[in-house]
């Protein structure tokens, strides 16, 4: 397994762009299985997690040729032949389950691995699985598989309990085909949800409240395969957002979606960063000392979960006290362990965590857990005193592109070593 070594104090400058957001382009391929003919998506970056769906949807029977020089994936789907999505793929990506809503409304069934837990908690699918029994599917759980089967799903009025990302996306998906008006009610409102809908529009399908937490589809007979660009990826851009702003750097972000990034956008001011459009990009400039910010996660537009971890890790260095509420996932602090070794002063009580800033980290040996948690070690180790060593960044590689090249051409003092 690679690791990351680092040593920290560089200050970055120059300019980095932003790739395609993995959490549209995951849904976009799911959408794929909905159309007979071949589905082009691009701006798509070169991602564990994307090749993982690759290695689905050819389980499936479609045909996929991803060019990552071009940032171009495109999806045959006129050869599907299955309709299983089994363990060994759904444990390493949980957003498998995004297959369920488009092969139950276009090919009757589907058996999909439950994808489990994983580093940050329960992660159940109970309201994917609510919402499509509303429409008429007869759903079952057995031996770790949710066996879901229907004739035809009926368009039905559903109420999400939790704004759930994938299960809006899932059950928008699924209804598509289905027979009326389903209305999705409490969907959630993050602009990858969005990227979706539109997606699904420009193939031919109803949908109406794009953009609100009502959504409403129509089903229609068929949708059209289309060339898609997905949406920059607004955390990628947060996280240098977050590492230009601890490490005093100067930078320009290109197709940074700064629209998307309200909530970490007032945060990072608040800690004394500029933040300025410029030049079709972003400029962001760290100033020091860091002034602690009090930080809640919460559904789009809140602050979004998957920056905590990178802004704790920040406000290990701030003056003063932080307090970090992590309001959606039960068990998002796995970070906090790892970063108390480099010196970091933080409890922990229940899903609050109190960061006390100190004067600076000390490099160590740490190990990533999860996708962004170890994003937030990355950001610790580039501002600590000497070495730090980031091992298992296999979980890096689900969601950021070659980071370490990408911080290195700003300066960061930063290698993969392959072990
Ligand atoms: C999506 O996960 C993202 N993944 C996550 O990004 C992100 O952290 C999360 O949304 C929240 O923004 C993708 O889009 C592929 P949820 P998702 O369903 O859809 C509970 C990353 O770092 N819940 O919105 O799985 C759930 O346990 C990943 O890129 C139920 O109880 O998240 C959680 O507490 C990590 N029952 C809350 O809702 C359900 O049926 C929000 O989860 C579904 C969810």
């Not at 920290?8 to 849904?27: C, D, F, H, Q, Y």
């Not at 960063?273 to 972003?282: F, H, L, N």
């Not at 950021?400 to 090249?405: A, L």
Request: net charge neutral; proline share 4%; aromatic share 4%.
């Amino acid at each position: 397994m690679d690791k990351i070594v680092i040593e920290g104090g560089a200050r970055l400058s120059g300019e980095v762009r932003t790739g395609g957001s993995k959490n549209a382009i995951l849904p976009l391929m799911a959408s794929s299985l909905l159309v007979d003919g071949c589905m082009t998506i691009t701006n798509v970056p070169r991602l564990r997690d994307i090749d993982t769906f690759n290695a689905l949807l050819r389980h499936l029977g479609a045909d996929v040729s991803a060019d990552y020089k071009a940032g171009v994936l495109k999806i045959k789907t006129s050869a599907i032949n299955g309709t299983e999505a089994p363990y060994n793929l759904v444990k390493t990506m949980r957003a498998s389950i995004l297959v369920l809503g488009p092969l139950v409304t276009r090919f009757k069934k589907a058996r999909v691995s439950l994808p489990g837990g994983c580093a940050i908690g329960a992660r159940p699918v109970d309201l994917h699985l609510k919402g499509l029994i509303k429409m008429g599917a007869s759903v079952s759980v057995e031996h770790g598989y949710v066996n879901v089967t229907a004739e035809r799903l009926k368009g039905a009025n559903i109420y999400l309990d939790i704004p759930s990302v994938t299960g809006t996306e899932n059950l928008m998906l699924a209804a598509v085909y289905a027979d009326g008006k389903t209305v999705i009610e409490n969907a959630a409102l993050e602009p990858e949800v969005t990227c979706l809908a539109e997606a699904l529009v420009k193939m031919g399908a109803l949908i109406r409240g794009i953009g609100t937490d009502t959504l409403t589809i129509e089903g229609v007979s068929e949708l059209k395969p289309i060339e898609i660009k997905a949406i920059p990826d607004r955390i990628e851009a947060g996280t240098f957002m977050a590492a230009v702003a601890m490490t005093r750097g100067n930078v320009l972000i290109k197709d940074c979606p700064l629209e998307h990034l309200d909530a970490l956008s007032s945060k990072l001011r608040e800690a004394g960063a500029e933040i300025r459009s410029e030049d079709g990009g972003v400029r962001v400039i760290g100033n020091w000392p860091i002034d602690s910010v009090d930080i809640k996660t919460a559904a789009y537009p809140g602050f979004p979960t998957d920056m905590q971890a990178q802004i704790m890790a920040m406000m290990t260095i701030a003056k003063g006290l932080s307090v970090v509420k992590e309001t959606v996932f039960e068990n998002r602090f796995m970070h906090v362990s790892e970063l108390k070794r480099m010196g970091a002063d933080i409890s922990i009580d229940g899903r609050t965590a109190v960061v006390r800033g100190v004067k600076g980290l000390s490099g160590a040996p740490l190990m990533a857990t999860d996708l962004r948690a170890s994003a937030s070690l990355i950001l610790a180790g580039m501002v600590a005193e000497g070495k730090t060593e980031v091992s298992r960044i296999y979980h890096l590689d689900r969601g950021y592109e070659r980071i370490e090249e990408k911080l290195k051409k700003l300066g960061a003092n930063i290698e993969r070593i392959k072990e």
